[in-house]
């Protein structure tokens, strides 16, 4: 257990003089746009080592399919090809699945079901995309062209990809032995007695029926890594478009029987991850497979028809939600039963995402005293499914704002004073809820309000009214979030001086467009008073830090900025004692305020740049310490904690087409204290904008044979800009966390969160004249259209 760690103080939050404009809480520029408007960042294409060996997949066709014969004769022997690999070297390898993270466990205590996902597919292939082959050759087009003379033939099998219907008598099974009727658990988490008691006694039970629809994650690098050998060490180094390295070390070296220091793992620039880099795929384990035998590198990167049919995909779940109201609008139960999609494998989050992060924010912001919930999870022929941005919270979100919505038309109230009603005051904090979790602080009414300030709601009714004589239709949405900082429970930093004052920062989480490079420097410099361009920066690699989590939850600045806060206030004590002898006095004489040490009392001084250079003094240096100013820290969660906000949407439809607006967006978040603002609302509208893609656009959709009909930009919708209005974003600093010295709560999937919920409530709002209660997602103009002229 570690100590109690002093919280910032004022003196810590800002340099002083030409410096202040660096100082926490300052909007300080990205420092590594820089890199990337100029065309120096660093991506898995850019690694062009020479003589690198490159790889290449050849994927099923087939949903559902046993393999009878695979020739590969022609392949190998066509120019530049080193090698092809099948599932039968996989499996005289010695080797079975790949592995997972540590996971949950059924309702009633037993295992789930887990079968083996090999790095090819042997003897079955299970989901349209699934690897089958792997080309290794001299160059890219060698290894695509090798693979236009595998022969492989299939004998094809009846296939299921309807979640609703995989437990149905004569639903063909994907792992039979293992998962009976295609059941991979059931997980129950609450009291389930007591909320059935609570909604028994309701004076109103709202039920609800809704559906959070499947999404292909599409981040602007498509996933890729080089794996390289090392002669000399016979170490392995895996780089790439990952999100986690230090998790990806140990599930390989698990994998392998690997001890961990024969395994680097780092990653580079990143282009955007979203949770879609964060599972270990056949690819990568094939990749590394292919480097141990022919010890040589190999490269591989996924194309965007790859990316369609074996990135991991997101959410697909279908809920019935009954929540419990007494007779005065009080909440007093709510009780969740989902089906999860986990596509033909359990893939390496795949059981977590659905239940435990879920769970974790289920009640959201309001006075609830029961709650339970059930998961039955169920294996179909679609590509495997895991974390997305938000990864189980934003579902826990958007099933009760969408309820709360339903409950208020049904009582004939207000959706926004029925959530005021039931928010949790001031006065219960910290509150533990339902499931146990403790939510330390909060002003979750003031967000309320000023978000509905921001977003003008009183004005509304006039913009309405405007719209309609447009022939339009206006509706406003409400939805407050609550959401949870997870993830891995430590992270590590470490901070290394040279004599001319520069300074190495190294830290064991990773951005992959978070801004993490800015936004850790900006602490570590306020807190030495010297300039950022004075550091540089290290992250996400194995042999830099002991340990890191990766960026999942939302748990980077709390973890990964603790670390170097903590790593510099060590540095900052070390140079104590090299100043005291420096000024000639006692260590316990000498004061510190960012970028200069003092004797107490006086105005005798010496700056930290000279504490710097004096720390390479033999003469000067502790015996204990050894030469230069070189810190590691690591900092564990003390406790979870709890951002939070409100999002305001409104919407204009178009009665003769269909098109939906979204023509306002507010938002007010409370991620306690701010570090760089900038950055934040950067975060935010990111967010924002991939949930308003999940509510209005993108539509994964399968035909009754397993294939994939939305597979190219062509088929699939993305968010663009002119789909987006101007987004407002206030940051309400007003209840820092208590739960780390910073003060502050995650913000990188917050605007996922809450802005789903807030479309389809803007939406169905807009439609009320219609009778319409409820739309499933995505609202395509398509879907709004047979609204208005089915009943119209």
Known sequence: MQTKIEPLSPADTASAGALAKFGIGQPVRRIEDLRFVRGAGRYVDDDSESGALHAAFLRSPHAHADIRRINVTAAKSSPGVVAVYTGEDWRNAGLSGLPLRPSITQADGSAIASPPRPGLATGRVRHVGDCVVMVVAETARSAADALELVDVEYAPLPCNVDLRGAMDAGTPELWPDQAPRNLAFTWRVGDAAKTARALADAAHVVTLELINNRLVPNSMEPRGVVARYDDRTERLTLSGSIQNPFGFQGLICDLFGWPKDKLRCRADDVGGGFGCKNQLQQEHAMTLFACDRLKRTVKWINDRGGSFVSDAHARDLVTTVRLGLDAAGHFVGLAVDTIANLGAYMSTNGALIPTLPTAAVLGGAYDLPAISMEVRAFFTNTVPVDAYRGAGRPEAIYLLERTIDVAARELNVSAVKLRRKNLIKRAQLPYRNALGRDIDVGSFDTVLSKALELADEKDFPK??????????????????????????????????????????????????????ETTFIQIAAAQFGIAPDQFSFRQADTDATREGGGHGGSRSLQLGGTAVLLAARQIIDRGKRIASQLLEVGEADVEYVPGRYAVAGTDHSVSFADVVRAAFDPKLVPPQGGPGLDEIARYEREAFNYPNGCHVCEVEIDIDTGITRVVNYSVVDDFGRIINPLIVRGQVLGGVVQGIGQALLEDTRYDQAGQLLTASFMDYSMPRADDISIIKVELYEGAPTQTNPLGAKGCGEAGATGSPPAVVNAVVDALREYGVVHLDMPLTREKIWSVLHKRG
């Open 463 to 516: 913009r309405a009214k405007v719209a309609r004589k447009q022939n339009k239709l206006r509706g406003l949405g409400v939805a407050y979030y609550l959401e949870a900082t997870l993830g891995p429970p430590a992270d590590a930093a470490r901070i290394v001086f040279s004599p001319d004052g520069r300074a190495t920062l190294s830290v064991g989480t990773q951005s992959n467009g978070q801004g993490h």
